[in-house]
């Protein structure tokens, strides 16, 4: 990983957000403006600001354990118009074809919402421009989190997508938020509230009756001092 005395010294004024796995962020001091972090800016549930000795945030964010701030952060940085959208996508897609790839798994992120996010895609498959098979591995919509956002997302032509060939697939769901799945690993499981457990039951019911793909990861249950 490169230090924020690095990424400060070649980008002073272009916001710089590099993301370490899931379990840290490091901001530049063009990227702690946009973000709003101060000296009074408290930390989140589940994250933290890491502060020098005045108190003063220094750039590096950590999921304790969640990463709910490394998205949220992200999430306020500028984004393309549609039509420069189009483009990088276009040109990622080449770069990838040039390497001789054809395939590819969106493992989707914090704050993406479908079918909203996922419009230049839609643009690119009906204009014929799409050269890559995308998989998508979607998270409910950040509004509506267990059971209703996946009955969100159902209402958006989740039949369809098994009725056609398309370039890229839509028909991945993802159960993490009711799974409890914190990413940094590095951090003590919290305990679960105990509503989870109910929810995810009526999720992997809704997803098997809907003949979705499940994805999803799962580590032992065991503590620290006996993990191999």
């Given amino acids: 990983m490169p230090t924020l005395d690095e990424i400060n010294a070649v980008s002073a004024d272009t916001p710089v957000f590099v993301l370490h796995l899931y379990d840290r962020a490091l901001l530049n001091a063009a990227a702690l403006r946009v973000c709003g972090f101060t000296k009074d800016t408290p930390n989140p549930p589940g994250g933290e600001i890491q502060r020098d000795h005045e108190g003063n945030p220094t750039g590096l964010l950590i999921a304790k354990p969640n990463a709910m701030i490394l998205y949220s952060s992200l999430a306020k940085g500028p984004k393309l118009t549609p039509e420069y959208q189009l483009n990088s996508t276009r040109q990622f897609m080449r770069e990838m074809n040039r390497l001789g790839l054809t395939s590819a798994i969106d493992a989707g992120g914090g704050f993406q919402n479908y079918p909203e996010d996922y419009q230049i895609m839609d643009d690119l498959h009906r204009r014929g421009e799409m050269t890559v098979r995308v998989a998508y591995n979607l998270f409910t919509p950040a509004s509506q989190a267990g059971i209703r956002?996946?009955?969100?997302?159902?209402?958006?032509?989740?039949?369809?997508?098994?009725?056609?060939?398309?370039?890229?697939?839509?028909?991945?769901?993802?159960?993490?938020?009711?799974?409890?799945?914190?990413?940094?690993?590095?951090?003590?499981?919290?305990?679960?509230?105990?509503?989870?457990?109910?929810?995810?039951?009526?999720v992997v019911r809704l997803l098997a009756k809907e003949r979705w793909a499940l994805s999803g990861c799962t580590r032992p249950m065991m503590s620290r001092s006996h993990a191999s």
């Fill in 149 to 202: 956002g996946f009955r969100q997302v159902e209402r958006h032509d989740s039949a369809g997508c098994r009725q056609r060939l398309l370039p890229h697939e839509w028909c991945r769901r993802d159960a993490d938020f009711s799974a409890a799945d914190f990413e940094d690993f590095l951090e003590p499981r919290p305990d679960l509230v105990a509503m989870l457990e109910t929810e995810l039951t009526r």
